[in-house]
């Protein structure tokens, strides 16, 4: 096990890679997401913590995290050595079409799955990626993408940013639904909510994917339960992450 802070410069102590040893999977798709738990941790913390997989190989599983409370905090703590439980990969995935225009959409720490999209596009020079962000860029792995792919970002630190950012993913999707193309988004509600709107607007082939809470990350518990498009109740870890903009209820 490794954990390395990532833009401690900037943001101490928030931003890490764990790496763990490789699980005994047979294969894992960009978009997918692992359940993580210490197998150490109190009775007060029971469930695990979801992290979509950030890259992998033949000998690792990395996944990158931003300490948000309790279990993140803890989980940045492990040190080389401590046994955690990890089951996955979970969920559904991203949509790949190789030779259609791909743009990605990433609201801050939803940069995570797109790491591994892009390292698995057999034709990244189809892809572009966004980033809208609100700490500092050396707290993401956007240097490590924009070495593959075209990319953009946009720091938003006032109304007038925000707004902005908006205008900015309006352009690129209109942009996009244009040539025919493929958009990706993953980032907080009001980031996604945003996609959605952008797409039903003009006719976008659009794909979000939810960061709800979890908790079993295989539909037992059901904490992680959104409505569909036609207001039946699904779990987002076993019909999701990733929906079709069109096929979800924020």
């Given at each position: 096990m490794k954990v390395a802070p990532v833009g401690q410069q900037e943001r101490p102590d928030e931003f890490y890679e764990i790496t763990l040893e490789y699980p005994d999977w047979d294969e894992w798709r960009p978009g997918q997401f692992v359940m993580v738990r210490p197998v150490a941790w109190p009775l007060d913390l029971v469930w695990g913590r979801p992290f979509s997989i950030y890259t992998a190989d033949e000998t690792s599983l990395t996944v990158f995290i931003q300490?948000?409370?309790?279990?993140?905090?803890?989980?940045?703590?492990?040190?080389?050595?401590?046994?955690?439980?990890?089951?996955?990969?979970?969920?559904?995935?991203?949509?790949?079409?190789?030779?259609?225009?791909?743009?990605?959409?990433?609201?801050?720490?939803?940069?995570?799955?797109?790491?591994g999209y892009v390292e698995r596009h057999p034709h990244?020079?189809?892809?572009?990626?966004?980033?809208?962000?609100?700490?500092?860029?050396?707290?993401y792995p956007y240097d490590i993408i924009a070495a593959d792919v075209c990319a953009d970002c946009m720091l938003e630190k006032t109304s007038t940013d925000l707004q902005a950012i908006i205008d900015a993913m309006g352009g690129l999707i209109r942009e996009y639904a244009e040539k025919g193309?493929?958009?990706?988004?993953?980032?907080?509600?009001?980031?996604?909510?945003?996609?959605?709107?952008?797409?039903?607007?003009?006719?976008?082939?659009?794909?979000?994917?939810?960061?709800?809470?979890?908790?079993?990350?295989?539909?037992?518990?059901?904490?992680?339960?959104?409505?569909?498009?036609?207001?039946?109740?699904?779990?987002?870890?076993?019909?999701?992450?990733?929906?079709?903009?069109?096929?979800?209820?924020?």
């Amino acid at each position: 096990m490794k954990v390395a802070p990532v833009g401690q410069q900037e943001r101490p102590d928030e931003f890490y890679e764990i790496t763990l040893e490789y699980p005994d999977w047979d294969e894992w798709r960009p978009g997918q997401f692992v359940m993580v738990r210490p197998v150490a941790w109190p009775l007060d913390l029971v469930w695990g913590r979801p992290f979509s997989i950030y890259t992998a190989d033949e000998t690792s599983l990395t996944v990158f995290i931003q300490k948000s409370g309790r279990g993140t905090a803890r989980i940045a703590a492990l040190r080389p050595g401590d046994e955690v439980a990890v089951w996955g990969p979970l969920g559904n995935s991203f949509a790949m079409e190789p030779d259609a225009p791909t743009l990605l959409l990433a609201g801050g720490i939803g940069i995570a799955p797109f790491r591994g999209y892009v390292e698995r596009h057999p034709h990244p020079g189809n892809v572009r990626l966004f980033l809208a962000h609100r700490v500092p860029l050396e707290c993401y792995p956007y240097d490590i993408i924009a070495a593959d792919v075209c990319a953009d970002c946009m720091l938003e630190k006032t109304s007038t940013d925000l707004q902005a950012i908006i205008d900015a993913m309006g352009g690129l999707i209109r942009e996009y639904a244009e040539k025919g193309g493929l958009v990706l988004a993953c980032g907080p509600t009001p980031f996604m909510r945003t996609v959605q709107r952008f797409a039903k607007e003009y006719g976008a082939r659009a794909q979000v994917s939810l960061e709800n809470r979890m908790g079993c990350g295989v539909g037992a518990c059901l904490g992680c339960v959104t409505k569909d498009s036609a207001g039946h109740h699904v779990q987002v870890c076993t019909r999701g992450p990733v929906f079709w903009a069109d096929k979800v209820e924020f």
